[in-house]
């Protein structure tokens, strides 16, 4: 499946466990041997009180907490399977809610955005709206964790930025134990953003939910836009809002079935 271009192999499990090594994992993404995606998404039984539980990998293997384009797909599988809306897909880091918007979009309340230090997380205490990581050509970001770690740098032409470089600098920079998604903004109007993304553990990719969400509150928390902004994404738009009264985060978006089938795990070396 693939939402704008940021594909994934998702696993239904909830009948027969799928638990996969980082070995495995890193075998199934090669796009040349395997199958090829940005993350493996695994489908498994709920642990409380949502109706599914949602594991991701990334390609390199590791284990993260969201990711909001997978989160559609997900939703959209489900519900043409007919499951009822709204859906409650557990993740590591919550429960998110899951609904259809009409013409083959979902949304999906992402939950709160998270700006301390603490919780981005941070190696120590800094301004999360301005933060100076000292690299050079990457302005101050601002630091917003949406399940996961964010940051944001506002640039006057985000296609101009040599993200294969820049990326991977921001991603392993000491000031995120974690690691970061490195996202490049130009705010082309108040309601208009231009987003290009380098996904930690997956490098350059087309689209990402949970940084369009990081850029939609790092816009409002600088003054740039409203709450209500459209992203526009190498593989096209996502429609963000953040909520002022609870600080959760609105993504609303297309998904869409490549094609399906049955791994033969003993054809992938891992």
Known sequence: MHGLGNDFV?????????????????????????????????IEPADDTGDVFMRIYNADGGEVSACGNATRCVAARLFAHGASSPLLIETRAGVLTAWPSGDGRISVDMGPARTDWDAIPLAEPADTLHLDLGVPGVPEVVAVNVGNPHAVAFVPDAEAVALDTLGPRVEH????????????????????????????????????????????????????????????????????????????????????????????ESAIAA
């Open 10 to 42: 998702v696993v239904d499990a909830r009948q027969e466990p799928f638990a996969p090594s980082p070995a495995r994992v890193r075998a199934l993404a090669d796009r040349r041997e395997g199958i090829g995606f940005d993350q493996l998404i695994v």
């Open 173 to 264: 920079h000491a000031m995120f134990p974690e690691r970061a998604n490195a996202s490049f903004a130009t705010v082309l109007d108040g309601e208009t953003i231009r987003l290009r993304v380098w996904e930690r553990g997956a490098g350059i990719t087309r689209a990402c939910g949970t940084a369009a969400c990081a850029v939609c509150v790092a816009a409002v928390r600088r003054g740039l836009t409203g709450r209500q902004v459209t992203v526009h994404l190498d593989g096209g738009p996502l429609e963000l809002a953040w909520r002022e009264r609870d600080g959760h985060v609105i993504k609303t978006g297309p998904a869409a079935v490549s094609f399906t089938g049955q791994v033969d």
